[in-house]
Structures are given as structure tokens and as C-alpha cells.
């Protein structure tokens, strides 16, 4: 059965493309900060910092009305800006958020009539879980099991004033006059629509909540409920 791929919550078959996986299980890379200390061997590494964004590219190819089908979707890969989310049917349970990072060098038959070339896209380095846009509704307390190795940047719907704690970190919305507060743990901040409640959140510390590993306990004090959605991740 031939592979497809959809960018942008469109899927490529509509200009005909189908992909080949060769170029999708490779893994991002760890950066960490390492210190040289002089007369000594080796550095020491300092604190880990993140996971790089990794290039993904897909060997694709056209086989039906060539022209046309090239010519489109050359202009609506060009078309999108940002992030977007990118899914195959290598991962059916799986999506990464990337941008497409080239243009389109196309190897054509003799003919015109069908053609081989590679989408190349630069992606965040998760690969996101489609089970993690679950959302999980608390209203006093309770726990969220993370399947993943990975320590997870949930978003929180927040509604009322008052505070939730999330294993031993605890955020405050001190006040809201609207329907509830969103804050995005990834993007650490805090709003509404278009406007902004930085100004109406306090922290226990300096991070904001994650979801580690394994069980997780969910404390909330003053708000109505909370809505999680917890944004599992592997890479």
C-alpha cells in the first residue's frame, strides 16, 4: 500500500503525492552545555538544555497529471507559514509540528508525466502522541498517568481564581473576568483569545507545571475545574 503524508491538516494525495519512509526515524539531538576546565580531561557537561529541531525529509513522487499536480503543490507547500502539523501513515498515532524548510527539486521521466523529488520539512523534535491531545477534566484532585519516558508541557484551561498544583509546582490565577484562564506550559504564558494574563498568574517557583514520567498528582484549590490536555510526547 502506498504511503501518503498530510501538512497543514491536508493531505497530499489531493495533488497526487505519495512519500517513501526512509527519511522519518531518525532522532533529534540532545544539546547540552559543556564546560572545559583547563588541566583537566574531558569536559563536564553542564545542564542539559533541550532537543534540537530535526530535519525530516521525505522521498515523494507524482505519478498522475504531473504538471498540474507539481504546480500546485509547489504553491501550496510555499503557501504556509510557521509551524503546522505534519502526519504519515508511517505514524498513524503519531504528528510532528514543522515548517517546509525547501523548494522543489524535481526529477521529471522523459515524458513529463510523472516525477521523483524530496519534501523537506525543519520539525520540532517530539513527535507528538494523537492520545495526548486527550483532555482531562479535574475538579478537586486526582492523577494523570504519563506513558512516556518524557517530561510533558501540558495546556491548562483554568476556570475561576484560585491555584493548581501539579505534583510539587503550583500556579495561581489571582484574578479572571473572563470564562477561564488558558495557560500554555510550553509557551509559558498565560490568556484569553488574543489577550494576554501573564499579569493575573503566579508561580510557586520558576518553571512552569510539567507532567513527568509515570503518575502524576493534580491538586486544585478555588477554581471551578481544570482542563489538561497533557501533550504526551516521544522523539
Same mark, same amino acid.
Given at each position: 500500500?502506498?504511503?501518503?503524508?498530510?501538512?497543514?491538516?491536508?493531505?497530499?494525495?489531493?495533488?497526487?503525492?505519495?512519500?517513501?519512509?526512509?527519511?522519518?526515524?531518525?532522532?533529534?539531538?540532545?544539546?547540552?552545555?559543556?564546560?572545559?576546565?583547563?588541566?583537566?580531561?574531558?569536559?563536564?557537561?553542564?545542564?542539559?538544555?533541550?532537543?534540537?529541531?530535526?530535519?525530516?525529509?521525505?522521498?515523494?513522487?507524482?505519478?498522475?497529471?504531473?504538471?498540474?499536480?507539481?504546480?500546485?503543490?509547489?504553491?501550496?507547500?510555499?503557501?504556509?507559514?510557521?509551524?503546522?502539523?505534519?502526519?504519515?501513515?508511517?505514524?498513524?498515532?503519531?504528528?510532528?509540528?514543522?515548517?517546509?524548510?525547501?523548494?522543489?527539486?524535481?526529477?521529471?521521466?522523459?515524458?513529463?508525466?510523472?516525477?521523483?523529488?524530496?519534501?523537506?520539512?525543519?520539525?520540532?523534535?517530539? #513527535?507528538?502522541?494523537?492520545?495526548?491531545?486527550?483532555?482531562?477534566?479535574? #475538579?478537586?484532585?486526582?492523577?494523570?498517568?504519563?506513558?512516556?519516558?518524557?517530561?510533558?508541557?501540558?495546556?491548562?484551561?483554568?476556570?475561576?481564581?484560585?491555584?493548581?498544583?501539579?505534583?510539587?509546582?503550583?500556579?495561581?490565577?489571582?484574578?479572571?473576568?473572563?470564562?477561564?484562564?488558558?495557560?500554555?506550559?510550553?509557551?509559558?504564558?498565560?490568556?484569553?483569545?488574543?489577550?494576554?494574563?501573564?499579569?493575573?498568574?503566579?508561580?510557586?517557583?520558576?518553571?512552569?507545571?510539567?507532567?513527568?514520567?509515570?503518575?502524576?498528582?493534580?491538586?486544585?484549590?478555588?477554581?471551578?475545574?481544570?482542563?489538561?490536555?497533557?501533550?504526551?510526547?516521544?522523539?
Amino acid at each position: 500500500m502506498r504511503k501518503t503524508l498530510s501538512f497543514a491538516n491536508k493531505n497530499l494525495i489531493l495533488y497526487g503525492v505519495y512519500i517513501s519512509g526512509s527519511g522519518v526515524f531518525n532522532s533529534p539531538v540532545k544539546a547540552y552545555d559543556p564546560i572545559q576546565i583547563p588541566g583537566r580531561d574531558g569536559d563536564i557537561l553542564g545542564r542539559e538544555k533541550r532537543l534540537e529541531d530535526i530535519e525530516v525529509t521525505y522521498p515523494a513522487f507524482i505519478y498522475t497529471n504531473f504538471k498540474q499536480n507539481i504546480s500546485d503543490l509547489r504553491n501550496y507547500l510555499l503557501s504556509k507559514d510557521g509551524y503546522q502539523r505534519i502526519t504519515d501513515t508511517y505514524h498513524p498515532d503519531e504528528y510532528r509540528m514543522g515548517y517546509y524548510a525547501g523548494g522543489l527539486e524535481v526529477e521529471p521521466t522523459a515524458r513529463l508525466d510523472a516525477g521523483n523529488f524530496e519534501l523537506r520539512f525543519m520539525c520540532k523534535p517530539q #513527535r507528538y502522541l494523537t492520545s495526548g491531545n486527550t483532555v482531562t477534566i479535574i #475538579r478537586n484532585s486526582g492523577f494523570i498517568d504519563n506513558p512516556t519516558m518524557f517530561y510533558s508541557k501540558p495546556l491548562l484551561l483554568i476556570y475561576g481564581t484560585g491555584s493548581v498544583q501539579i505534583n510539587d509546582v503550583t500556579i495561581t490565577v489571582t484574578y479572571s473576568n473572563t470564562e477561564y484562564t488558558e495557560i500554555d506550559c510550553e509557551l509559558m504564558s498565560a490568556y484569553y483569545g488574543p489577550n494576554s494574563k501573564n499579569q493575573f498568574i503566579e508561580l510557586s517557583g520558576t518553571d512552569f507545571p510539567t507532567l513527568k514520567p509515570g503518575n502524576n498528582t493534580i491538586t486544585v484549590s478555588g477554581p471551578s475545574l481544570v482542563e489538561i490536555t497533557p501533550r504526551w510526547y516521544t522523539v
